[in-house]
T-cell receptor
Framework: GAGVSQTPSNKVTEKGKYVELRCDPI?????LYWYRQSLGQGPEFLIY????????DSGLPNDRFFAVRPEGSVSTLKIQRTERGDSAVYLC???????????????FGEGSRLTVL | AQSVTQLGSHVSVSEGALVLLRCNYS??????LFWYVQYPNQGLQLLLK??????LVKGINDFEAEFKKSETSFHLTKPSAHMSDAAEYFC???????????????FGSGTRLSIRP
C-alpha cells in the first residue's frame, strides 16, 4: 500500500478481554515499530522489529503485551486480559531500514484507538 | 537516559505571527533530534531533523530549528504562522550508539499549536 495501514481504527472492549491490533507497513520496509500514545502524551515506545525478529521489546509494559511479525511484513500487537489503563492510541511505524529509522525516517499509520470499558 | 522536554503543552499565536516551540534535550553526547507534526486525524509526519550536519535545519512549510549544544536546545520556529499550521508538534530524540546499532526514537509530550485569525 501507499502508507502504513492499521486496523481496526477504533476498538472498544471490556476489561479482561483479549485484543489484537494489526499493522501493515509500507511494502519493502524492514523495520517496524509500535508506540502507544495516551491522551495528552507523546508516543511511548513499545517494541520494534527488524525483519521477523523483535530487536528491542524493552517498552512492553508487562507480559500481557506481545507482538509478532511472522513473515517480516504485517505485525500484530496482542493484549491479553485488557485493563482500563490500556486505553490509548496504538501507533505503528515503519522504515526502510533500522538505520534510517534512527535518523527519523519513520512513517506512521493513523493509529488504532483502543478503549477498555 | 535520553529524553526531551517540551516547554508548554499549548501555544497560541495570531496568524502571521512568529511561531516558537521549545524543546530541550538530555543527553551526554549530541544525539539526533527531530520535530514531528501530527495534523488532526492524520499520522505523525517528520517535519525536520538534525543529524550532526548543519546546526540550522530547515523543514517543510518554512519551519526551521537550530541545534544549540551549549543550551541543549532544539527549538522550532516559523517566521509567519498560517492557519494550516494548527496541529500537535512533537520533539524527539534518537540516541547515537554506533552506525551499526539500531535505536528507537523517544518523543516529548507534545505542544498543541493553535492559530488565531
Amino acid at each position: 500500500g501507499a502508507g502504513v495501514s492499521q486496523t481496526p481504527s477504533n476498538k472498544v472492549t471490556e476489561k479482561g478481554k483479549y485484543v489484537e491490533l494489526r499493522c501493515d507497513p509500507i511494502s519493502g520496509h524492514t523495520a517496524l515499530y509500535w508506540y502507544r500514545q495516551s491522551l495528552g502524551q507523546g508516543p511511548e515506545f513499545l517494541i520494534y522489529f527488524q525483519g521477523t525478529g523483535a530487536a528491542d521489546d524493552s517498552g512492553l509494559p508487562n507480559d500481557r503485551f506481545f507482538a509478532v511479525r511472522p513473515e517480516g511484513s504485517v505485525s500484530t500487537l496482542k493484549i491479553q486480559r485488557t485493563e482500563r489503563g490500556d486505553s490509548a492510541v496504538y501507533l505503528c511505524a515503519s522504515s526502510l531500514s533500522e538505520k534510517l529509522a534512527s535518523t527519523g525516517e519513520l512513517f506512521f499509520g493513523e493509529g488504532s484507538r483502543l478503549t477498555v470499558l | 537516559a535520553q529524553s526531551v522536554t517540551q516547554l508548554g503543552s499549548h501555544v497560541s499565536v495570531s496568524e502571521g505571527a512568529l511561531v516558537l516551540l521549545r524543546c530541550n534535550y538530555s543527553s551526554s553526547v549530541p544525539p539526533y533530534l527531530f520535530w514531528y507534526v501530527q495534523y488532526p486525524n492524520q499520522g505523525l509526519q517528520l517535519l525536520l531533523k538534525y543529524t550532526s550536519a548543519a546546526t540550522l535545519v530547515k523543514g517543510i512549510n518554512d519551519f526551521e530549528a537550530e541545534f544549540k549544544k551549549s543550551e541543549t536546545s532544539f527549538h522550532l520556529t516559523k517566521p509567519s504562522a498560517h492557519m494550516s499550521d494548527a496541529a500537535e508538534y512533537f520533539c524527539a530524540v534518537s540516541p547515537i550508539f554506533s552506525y551499526s546499532s539500531a535505536s528507537k526514537i523517544i518523543f516529548g509530550s507534545g505542544t498543541r499549536l493553535s492559530i488565531r485569525p
